[in-house]
């Protein structure tokens, strides 16, 4: 994933954000001040008490009210979202009604997920009850700009914990129309909260005492900074970073569907997510027919202004972005992978870049063992499906694997060998409130969504009673 602590631009004590379509400054918000962040923080422990105490459902009918709130503003929502990072307008709306949908899932689930669970021992009463820990600072990025707040926040938010936000710099709007949501949801005060510093207030604040716990969607990197700041001051934090997904490929797969689904699981989002399909994985019986296939609709997908409604890949969310990508296409063909298609930015204002190809890679080249975050997508020929799954394994990654075979019960006993936290079978990985979501090796640790990741953040207390 692209670092969560984003690099920022102080201008005149301001961030700045620019529409990657086409390189304008969009606004400067100011930095808040030091008096600013020390009224958010007293403000969050007020606010705490108050959540925490609250009957679970009024915390319940507040994610319903927010819910309802983002399906209002869904439209325009989805504008600020296109402008700032560049995803394609229809998708930006999906990403609303995601989040309202993950909303009304917490309200509707998360008190029988908190209740307390009877525990059989010696005693003439025995429990486990689910305590909030406090207040939980969130380090996000900027591909999902809305999802990212509520796939962590809304069940942190409904086991009675509230959220002080630092969103990545690019997308700082959409993290105040956010709070904005927040603002009259709650009578003793809202719940989520902005916090707008930089990078270098991160480790302070995961300091304060008045920080509960941390988490964080974003880089290797960032996660091993943020990691080692919350263990200096013995904090829980859950981290979701980096990856480099396989698409597995075996020869008695569904042809079309794999590809159909393929070119969207690399594709959406112009590329830029964490659990992307990245390095495609195709078995030898069909590697040649799948990767022509592939190439040409890849080739056909209709580049452009992310929000004209036709658009299926918009630009990427930074030049920078766009140059690490093209260093990274650069280098895996100069040590010996052949390009099928694309390979190069497009000209003209913005940060486009070419829906890219990349067949025969090796390993130990960037687009094996890093993480390409854009429309680029490797692909790998394997002897067979033993094979496949070692070189599935064969990354520092663990987020998410695709597996695509007609034989069910053979894709499910090889999913059993891939080293991820989440393996789809004939489908697009993605997050689904109903189901853990998270890594293992150095895509992170800890999880978000369904009962596990509510009760991430809680005090899992165990309650003895006797006469």
């Known amino acids: 994933m692209v670092d969560g602590m984003i690099r ?49 459902e009024k915390r319940a009918a507040t994610l319903a009210l927010v819910a309802k709130q983002l399906r209002e503003h869904r439209d325009r929502l989805a504008e600020t979202a296109t402008t ?8 930006a709306r999906a990403e ?29 009463r025995s429990y486990v009850a689910f305590r909030p820990l406090g207040p939980l600072f969130e380090i996000m990025p900027w ?52 916090l707008l510093v ?23 990197r960032a996660g091993v900074a943020v990691a080692s700041a919350a263990a200096s001051a013995l904090k829980k934090c859950v981290l979701e970073l980096g990856g480099s997904d396989p698409f597995i ?16 699981a690399r594709f959406q989002n112009n590329g830029q997510s964490c659990i992307a399909a990245k ?11 799948y990767l022509d296939r592939f190439a040409a609709a890849a080739r056909a997908l209709r580049v452009g202004d992310p929000m004209d409604e036709g658009v299926r890949l918009g630009p990427c969310a930074r030049k920078d972005l766009r140059e690490t990508l093209h260093r990274q296409v650069t280098q895996t063909i100069q040590r010996g992978a052949s390009l099928v298609t694309g390979g190069k930015a497009i000209e003209g204002p913005g940060f486009f870049y070419e829906p890219t190809v990349v067949c025969d890679v090796p390993s130990a080249t960037p687009m094996w063992d890093e993480e390409t975050f854009g429309p680029a997508a490797a692909f790998v020929k394997a002897r067979d499906a033993d ?81």
């Open 84 to 91: 700032a990072m560049g995803k394609p307008i229809a998708q």
């Open 249 to 264: 490929v075996l020869a008695d797969a569904d042809m079309e569907q794999a590809v159909k689904v393929g070119v969207t």
């Open 8 to 56: 920022t631009m102080k201008i005149l004590e301001a961030i700045e954000t620019v529409n990657p379509a086409t390189g304008q400054v969009l606004e400067r918000i100011p930095y808040a001040t030091a008096a600013e962040i020390e009224e958010r923080l007293d403000g969050a422990m007020r606010t705490q008490r108050a959540w925490a105490s609250a009957p679970i």
């Open 387 to 467: 094979e496949a799954i070692a070189m599935a394994n064969d990354s520092r990654y663990g987020l998410g694997c695709n597996i695509w075979s007609r034989d069910v019960e053979r894709a499910q006993r090889l999913a059993a060998r891939v080293e991820a936290g989440n393996v789809w079978i004939n489908g697009m990985v993605a997050s689904d409130p109903r189901l853990p979501f998270g890594g293992v090796k150095l895509s992170g640790f800890g999880r978000e969504l369904s009962h596990f990741g509510i009760h991430e953040f809680t005090n899992i207390q165990s309650v003895w009673i006797n006469e």
């Open 96 to 124: 609303v009604e995601k989040c309202a949908v993950g909303c009304e899932y917490f309200a509707e689930h998360g008190p029988a997920m908190l209740a307390d669970e009877p525990a059989q021992t010696s005693a003439l």
């Open 279 to 289: 390095r495609f994985i195709v078995e030898s019986g069909a590697y040649d027919e």
């Open 143 to 194: 591909n999902f700009p809305y999802w990212q707040i509520f796939r962590a926040g809304a069940p942190a938010l409904m086991a009675g914990n509230v959220l002080l936000l630092k969103h990545a710099a690019q997308t700082t709007r959409c993290a105040l129309d956010v709070e904005a949501l927040f603002a009259d949801s709650f009578d003793g005060g809202s719940p989520l909260q902005v």
């Open 198 to 220: 930089d990078d270098e207030e991160s480790d302070r604040l995961i300091a304060d005492p008045r920080i509960a716990a941390v988490t964080l969607t974003g880089s290797e």
